[in-house]
């Protein structure tokens, strides 16, 4: 089965020291490591600060945007890992150990597989855009 863990946390490793950043990132690097030697390592991403985010909405067919993230927390989300476990209790002890758990919290999620969400192909592998030279 398919978890994603979702990492959130008060700060963001933008508002961190530069040495605390440094050692955090260290510790994201053994963990990251370690989860892809397993096999259980899927993906995984970091997110820049809610200040570079849009919120938007589509409502009566015209488009609304607003600056950084809908939710007004002191927790903002800061990146995930998607892994491959056995069960919900096998994905907890795997998002245990991931460095932002000490911090602030990870949100462990399955992954829908059922058929109609097989169905839109969301596992099917993305076509390659085509790539045009720049105009002269």
Do not use: W
């Amino acid at each position: 089965m398919k978890f994603i863990c979702l990492i959130s946390a008060e700060k963001m490793m933008e508002h961190l020291s530069e040495a605390d950043a440094a050692a955090l990132f260290q510790d994201y690097a053994v963990f990251t490591a370690r989860i892809k030697a397993s096999g259980q390592f899927v993906a995984a991403n970091r997110l820049l600060p809610p200040e570079t985010a849009k919120t938007l909405r589509v409502r009566d067919g015209k488009l609304q945007i607003t600056d950084g993230p809908f939710a007004e927390t002191k927790e903002m989300l800061g990146g995930y890992y998607l892994i491959d476990a056995a069960d919900l209790n096998a994905a907890i002890a795997i998002a245990a150990q991931i460095p932002g758990a000490r911090f602030g919290c990870v949100e462990v999620r399955a992954i829908a597989d059922d058929a109609p969400t097989r169905a839109l192909g969301f596992d099917a592998p993305a076509q390659p855009r085509q790539r045009t030279a720049p105009a002269a």
